[in-house]
């Protein structure tokens, strides 16, 4: 199984910034897209940022001019570097990836989550 572990995670100020990252792991798969979501108290879970295999990033509109999204997939790593945080950025964020996992000569979709990482902007 492919298995995708968050870090980074931390209490910082508005104005301020963080970086998270998001590595995964397993045995023989490859990772396609991957991406960011977050989700804070009382509300549905949402999309803050995803990136193709081939680096092309897709943001959703709150966090555009202010997040970065990048890869490096020699080490199926995902970052979000978030600069100009601010207190409506707090919430627990979560990587996504999916891709393709071999099982003998089969490949198979997979689709995971990580467990999520609190970000808390203070004001």
């Known amino acids: 199984q492919v298995h995708v572990v968050e870090s980074g995670g931390g209490l910082v100020q508005t104005g301020e910034s963080l970086t998270l990252s998001c590595a995964a792991s397993g045995i023989l798969f490859t990772v396609n897209t991957m991406g960011w979501y977050r989700q804070a108290p009382g509300k549905p879970r949402e999309l803050v940022a995803t990136?193709?295999?081939?680096?092309?990033?897709n943001y959703a509109d709150s966090v555009k001019g202010r997040f970065d999204i990048s890869r490096d997939n020699s080490k199926n790593t995902m970052y979000l570097q978030m600069n100009n945080l601010k207190p409506e950025d707090t919430a627990v964020y979560y990587c996504h990836a999916e891709g393709l996992e071999r099982f003998g000569d089969k490949y198979l979709d997979f689709a995971t989550w990580g467990q999520g990482t609190q970000v808390t902007v203070s004001s």
């Open positions: 990136i193709t295999r081939d680096g092309i990033p």
